[in-house]
């Protein structure tokens, strides 16, 4: 079964600190792995897509990383701001035909000052 | 949000209404979608377009029904038939199908 685990759950960190989320996925066949900042109330919005040979990508401070052999990404973000506070959503998508977007549930990252 | 509108932001029903929900982009894409979003789950596809007058059923289509007349357009009916509509839903819309998507601002459904 297609699945896209993400950890943790949730993340407190101070201002200025750095994070990593997780993102663990089973999708197969696999076609590209995209990371999503949402606003609380708000749409999505891209941040990084990366292909099977893309081992690591960077927009801004963040910077996400692939590794299709043991299927896990992760999204780094350096020097968080209070305009980090999100959620971000990893989703794979499938070689296959019609949509297969496979969404994780998030992470609730809280940046406090 | 960069082109697709939603409207209206907020909305409220009655039990056993049927209620569109608008979705408008002007990116000239030809992919549309309208997603799910409930409380601790992840986006659920409900339907999408690959191409104007062409839709397809997501993963959670029953009670649901769209159309695509024009390739700005893609409004999402939600009926009577759906037993749990309350939900923020998203459309979101890419250059070509399976593209990198562009999401709108969100409607919030609430069935009173």
């Known amino acids: 079964k297609n699945q896209v685990e993400q950890s943790p759950q949730s993340l407190i960190i101070l201002e200025g600190k750095n994070c990593t989320l997780q993102?663990?996925?089973?999708?197969?066949?696999?076609?590209?792995l995209r990371w999503y900042k949402q606003d609380t109330g708000r749409g999505p919005v891209s941040l990084t897509i990366?292909?099977?040979?893309?081992n690591t990508k960077s927009n801004g401070r963040y910077t996400a990383t692939l590794d299709a052999d043991t299927k896990q990404s992760s999204l780094h973000i350096t020097a968080s701001q209070l305009s980090d506070s999100a959620s971000y959503i990893c989703?794979?998508?499938?070689?296959?035909?019609?949509?297969?977007?496979?969404f994780g549930k998030g992470t609730t990252l809280s940046v406090s000052s | 949000d960069g082109g697709i509108t939603q409207s209206p932001k907020y909305l409220f029903r009655k039990e056993g209404q049927n209620v569109t929900l608008s979705c408008e982009q002007n990116?000239?894409?030809?992919?549309m979608y309208w997603y799910r979003q409930d409380p601790g789950q992840g986006l659920r596809l409900i339907y999408y377009?690959?191409?104007?007058?062409?839709?397809q059923k997501g993963d959670i289509a029953e009670g649901y029904s769209v159309s695509r007349e024009k390739k700005e357009s893609f409004p999402l009916t939600v009926t009577s038939a759906q037993k749990n509509p309350t939900a923020f839903y998203l459309c979101?819309?890419?250059?070509?199908?399976?593209?990198?998507?562009?999401f709108g601002p969100g409607t919030r459904l609430t069935v009173l």
């Open positions: 979101a819309s890419s250059i070509v199908f399976d593209g990198k998507q562009f």
């Open positions: 993102c663990n996925y089973t999708v197969s066949p696999f076609s590209n």
């Open positions: 990366m292909t099977f040979s893309e």
């Open positions: 989703v794979v998508s499938a070689q296959q035909a019609g949509t297969a977007l496979i």
């Open positions: 990116l000239n894409h030809d992919a």
């Open positions: 377009s690959q191409i104007v007058n062409d839709f």
